[in-house]
T-cell receptor, first 115, second 113 residues
Framework: GAVVSQHPSRVICKSGTSVKIECRSLDFQATTMFWYRQFPKQSLMLMATSNEGSKATYEQGVEKDKFLINHASLTLSTLTVTSAHPEDSSFYIC???????????FGPGTRLTVT | QKEVEQNSGPLSVPEGAIASLNCTYSDRGSQSFFWYRQYSGKSPELIMSIYSNGDKEDGRFTAQLNKASQYVSLLIRDSQPSDSATYLCAVKSLETSGSRLTFGEGTQLTVNP
Protein backbone atom coordinates (compact mmCIF):
# COMPACT_ATOMS: atom_id res chain seq x y z
CA GLY A 1 0.00 0.00 0.00
CA ALA A 2 0.81 3.73 -0.02
CA VAL A 3 2.10 3.92 -3.55
CA VAL A 4 2.70 7.26 -5.22
CA SER A 5 3.53 7.59 -8.89
CA GLN A 6 4.99 10.47 -10.86
CA HIS A 7 5.01 11.13 -14.56
CA PRO A 8 7.21 11.69 -16.43
CA SER A 9 10.27 10.25 -14.75
CA ARG A 10 12.59 12.29 -16.95
CA VAL A 11 11.97 15.27 -19.16
CA ILE A 12 14.18 17.48 -21.27
CA CYS A 13 12.76 20.75 -22.48
CA LYS A 14 13.98 23.91 -24.14
CA SER A 15 14.39 27.14 -22.24
CA GLY A 16 11.19 29.18 -22.23
CA THR A 17 8.80 26.26 -22.51
CA SER A 18 6.52 24.84 -19.82
CA VAL A 19 6.56 21.37 -18.32
CA LYS A 20 3.81 19.61 -16.39
CA ILE A 21 4.58 16.91 -13.83
CA GLU A 22 1.83 14.65 -12.49
CA CYS A 23 1.74 13.07 -9.05
CA ARG A 24 -0.80 10.36 -8.27
CA SER A 25 -1.61 8.41 -5.13
CA LEU A 26 -2.50 4.97 -6.44
CA ASP A 27 -4.03 3.16 -3.48
CA PHE A 28 -5.09 5.85 -1.04
CA GLN A 29 -6.71 9.23 -1.04
CA ALA A 30 -4.24 12.04 -0.48
CA THR A 31 -5.78 15.03 1.21
CA THR A 32 -2.42 16.76 1.11
CA MET A 33 0.39 16.58 -1.39
CA PHE A 34 3.79 18.17 -1.19
CA TRP A 35 6.25 19.21 -3.88
CA TYR A 36 9.97 19.16 -3.23
CA ARG A 37 13.02 20.02 -5.26
CA GLN A 38 16.44 18.53 -4.74
CA PHE A 39 19.66 19.66 -6.35
CA PRO A 40 22.61 17.24 -6.60
CA LYS A 41 24.14 16.39 -3.23
CA GLN A 42 21.77 18.75 -1.44
CA SER A 43 18.89 18.15 0.90
CA LEU A 44 15.20 18.15 0.06
CA MET A 45 13.68 21.58 -0.29
CA LEU A 46 9.94 21.91 0.19
CA MET A 47 8.44 24.08 -2.51
CA ALA A 48 4.74 23.99 -1.70
CA THR A 49 1.94 22.18 0.07
CA SER A 50 -1.33 21.55 -1.70
CA ASN A 51 -4.64 20.48 -0.24
CA GLU A 52 -7.32 19.00 -2.42
CA GLY A 53 -9.66 21.67 -3.71
CA SER A 54 -7.78 24.66 -2.37
CA LYS A 55 -4.89 26.86 -3.36
CA ALA A 56 -1.37 25.68 -2.71
CA THR A 57 0.75 27.19 0.04
CA TYR A 58 4.18 28.11 -1.25
CA GLU A 59 7.36 28.28 0.78
CA GLN A 60 9.21 31.53 1.05
CA GLY A 61 11.22 32.27 -2.05
CA VAL A 62 9.24 29.98 -4.36
CA GLU A 63 7.50 31.86 -7.15
CA LYS A 64 3.88 30.77 -7.30
CA ASP A 65 3.43 32.18 -10.79
CA LYS A 66 6.35 30.14 -12.05
CA PHE A 67 5.52 26.88 -10.30
CA LEU A 68 1.81 26.30 -10.78
CA ILE A 69 0.27 23.65 -8.58
CA ASN A 70 -3.15 22.11 -9.01
CA HIS A 71 -4.66 19.52 -6.68
CA ALA A 72 -7.98 18.89 -8.36
CA SER A 73 -8.75 15.48 -6.88
CA LEU A 74 -7.83 13.32 -3.90
CA THR A 75 -5.45 11.28 -6.05
CA LEU A 76 -3.85 13.79 -8.40
CA SER A 77 -1.70 16.87 -8.07
CA THR A 78 0.20 18.56 -10.87
CA LEU A 79 3.18 20.89 -10.90
CA THR A 80 3.73 23.04 -13.97
CA VAL A 81 7.08 24.74 -14.38
CA THR A 82 6.36 27.72 -16.59
CA SER A 83 8.91 29.48 -18.77
CA ALA A 84 11.58 27.04 -17.66
CA HIS A 85 15.20 28.13 -17.47
CA PRO A 86 18.36 26.04 -17.12
CA GLU A 87 18.54 26.92 -13.41
CA ASP A 88 15.21 25.12 -12.97
CA SER A 89 16.94 21.86 -13.87
CA SER A 90 16.55 19.68 -10.81
CA PHE A 91 14.99 16.57 -9.32
CA TYR A 92 11.33 17.28 -8.51
CA ILE A 93 9.70 14.93 -6.03
CA CYS A 94 6.13 14.84 -4.81
CA UNK A 95 4.84 13.21 -1.66
CA UNK A 96 1.36 12.44 -0.45
CA UNK A 97 -0.25 12.22 2.95
CA UNK A 98 -3.42 10.34 3.72
CA UNK A 99 -6.09 11.91 5.86
CA UNK A 100 -5.48 11.44 9.56
CA UNK A 101 -1.77 10.63 9.37
CA UNK A 102 1.51 12.48 9.16
CA UNK A 103 3.47 9.91 7.19
CA UNK A 104 4.46 11.14 3.76
CA UNK A 105 4.94 8.73 0.90
CA PHE A 106 7.17 9.90 -1.90
CA GLY A 107 6.82 9.46 -5.61
CA PRO A 108 9.83 8.28 -7.61
CA GLY A 109 10.68 11.80 -8.73
CA THR A 110 10.99 13.62 -12.03
CA ARG A 111 14.37 14.68 -13.34
CA LEU A 112 13.97 17.90 -15.29
CA THR A 113 16.68 19.16 -17.61
CA VAL A 114 16.21 22.54 -19.27
CA THR A 115 18.49 23.18 -22.24
CA GLN B 1 19.89 26.22 15.65
CA LYS B 2 18.44 24.01 12.96
CA GLU B 3 15.06 22.50 13.70
CA VAL B 4 16.26 18.98 12.89
CA GLU B 5 19.94 18.14 13.06
CA GLN B 6 21.79 15.09 11.85
CA ASN B 7 25.47 14.33 11.46
CA SER B 8 26.13 14.56 7.74
CA GLY B 9 28.65 11.76 7.87
CA PRO B 10 29.77 9.93 5.99
CA LEU B 11 29.32 7.11 8.46
CA SER B 12 31.18 4.00 7.44
CA VAL B 13 30.60 0.59 9.02
CA PRO B 14 31.71 -2.91 8.07
CA GLU B 15 29.20 -5.43 6.80
CA GLY B 16 27.43 -7.17 9.66
CA ALA B 17 27.98 -4.35 12.15
CA ILE B 18 25.36 -2.14 13.79
CA ALA B 19 24.95 1.27 12.20
CA SER B 20 23.71 3.99 14.54
CA LEU B 21 22.16 7.12 13.09
CA ASN B 22 21.25 10.05 15.31
CA CYS B 23 18.91 13.00 15.07
CA THR B 24 18.05 15.84 17.43
CA TYR B 25 15.19 18.28 17.13
CA SER B 26 14.47 21.66 18.62
CA ASP B 27 10.70 21.71 19.16
CA ARG B 28 9.95 19.99 22.45
CA GLY B 29 6.30 19.63 21.49
CA SER B 30 6.99 17.47 18.43
CA GLN B 31 4.92 14.29 18.34
CA SER B 32 5.70 12.39 15.15
CA PHE B 33 9.07 11.19 13.93
CA PHE B 34 10.12 9.42 10.76
CA TRP B 35 13.16 7.87 9.15
CA TYR B 36 13.52 7.83 5.40
CA ARG B 37 16.15 6.13 3.27
CA GLN B 38 17.29 7.75 0.05
CA TYR B 39 19.49 5.96 -2.43
CA SER B 40 21.60 8.11 -4.72
CA GLY B 41 19.49 9.47 -7.56
CA LYS B 42 16.25 8.13 -6.09
CA SER B 43 13.45 9.58 -4.00
CA PRO B 44 13.13 9.02 -0.22
CA GLU B 45 11.47 5.85 1.07
CA LEU B 46 9.75 5.71 4.46
CA ILE B 47 11.31 2.99 6.61
CA MET B 48 10.19 3.78 10.16
CA SER B 49 7.79 5.98 12.04
CA ILE B 50 7.73 6.40 15.83
CA TYR B 51 5.38 8.37 18.02
CA SER B 52 6.05 7.43 21.64
CA ASN B 53 9.11 7.14 23.84
CA GLY B 54 11.07 3.94 23.67
CA ASP B 55 12.07 1.52 20.99
CA LYS B 56 10.24 0.35 17.91
CA GLU B 57 11.61 -2.59 15.99
CA ASP B 58 10.95 -3.63 12.40
CA GLY B 59 13.18 -6.36 11.09
CA ARG B 60 16.78 -5.17 11.21
CA PHE B 61 15.72 -1.61 11.99
CA THR B 62 15.08 -0.16 15.45
CA ALA B 63 13.95 3.39 16.00
CA GLN B 64 14.52 4.90 19.43
CA LEU B 65 12.78 8.01 20.71
CA ASN B 66 13.59 10.06 23.80
CA LYS B 67 11.37 13.10 23.93
CA ALA B 68 12.94 14.42 27.13
CA SER B 69 16.31 14.60 25.38
CA GLN B 70 14.71 15.57 22.05
CA TYR B 71 16.55 12.76 20.39
CA VAL B 72 15.59 10.09 17.90
CA SER B 73 17.87 7.42 16.51
CA LEU B 74 17.86 4.60 14.02
CA LEU B 75 19.82 1.41 14.53
CA ILE B 76 20.47 -0.93 11.64
CA ARG B 77 21.57 -4.39 12.75
CA ASP B 78 23.57 -6.75 10.57
CA SER B 79 24.30 -3.92 8.14
CA GLN B 80 24.45 -4.89 4.49
CA PRO B 81 26.08 -3.09 1.54
CA SER B 82 22.55 -2.55 0.23
CA ASP B 83 21.90 -0.35 3.28
CA SER B 84 24.39 2.18 1.89
CA ALA B 85 22.28 5.30 1.38
CA THR B 86 21.46 8.66 2.90
CA TYR B 87 19.12 8.44 5.89
CA LEU B 88 16.80 11.37 6.51
CA CYS B 89 15.23 12.15 9.86
CA ALA B 90 11.88 13.95 9.65
CA VAL B 91 9.82 15.53 12.41
CA LYS B 92 6.27 16.83 12.60
CA SER B 93 6.84 19.92 14.68
CA LEU B 94 4.20 22.00 16.43
CA GLU B 95 6.15 25.03 15.25
CA THR B 96 5.30 24.30 11.63
CA SER B 97 1.84 24.79 10.33
CA GLY B 98 -0.29 22.21 8.62
CA SER B 99 0.99 18.72 8.00
CA ARG B 100 4.43 19.48 6.66
CA LEU B 101 7.45 17.63 7.97
CA THR B 102 10.80 19.17 8.78
CA PHE B 103 13.68 17.14 7.37
CA GLY B 104 17.24 16.95 8.54
CA GLU B 105 19.95 17.18 5.93
CA GLY B 106 20.61 13.47 6.11
CA THR B 107 23.41 11.15 7.16
CA GLN B 108 25.26 9.30 4.45
CA LEU B 109 25.89 5.68 5.43
CA THR B 110 28.37 3.41 3.70
CA VAL B 111 28.47 -0.29 4.56
CA ASN B 112 31.73 -1.85 3.46
CA PRO B 113 31.74 -5.50 2.33
Amino acid sequence: GAVVSQHPSRVICKSGTSVKIECRSLDFQATTMFWYRQFPKQSLMLMATSNEGSKATYEQGVEKDKFLINHASLTLSTLTVTSAHPEDSSFYICSARAQGGYEQYFGPGTRLTVT
Amino acid sequence: QKEVEQNSGPLSVPEGAIASLNCTYSDRGSQSFFWYRQYSGKSPELIMSIYSNGDKEDGRFTAQLNKASQYVSLLIRDSQPSDSATYLCAVKSLETSGSRLTFGEGTQLTVNP
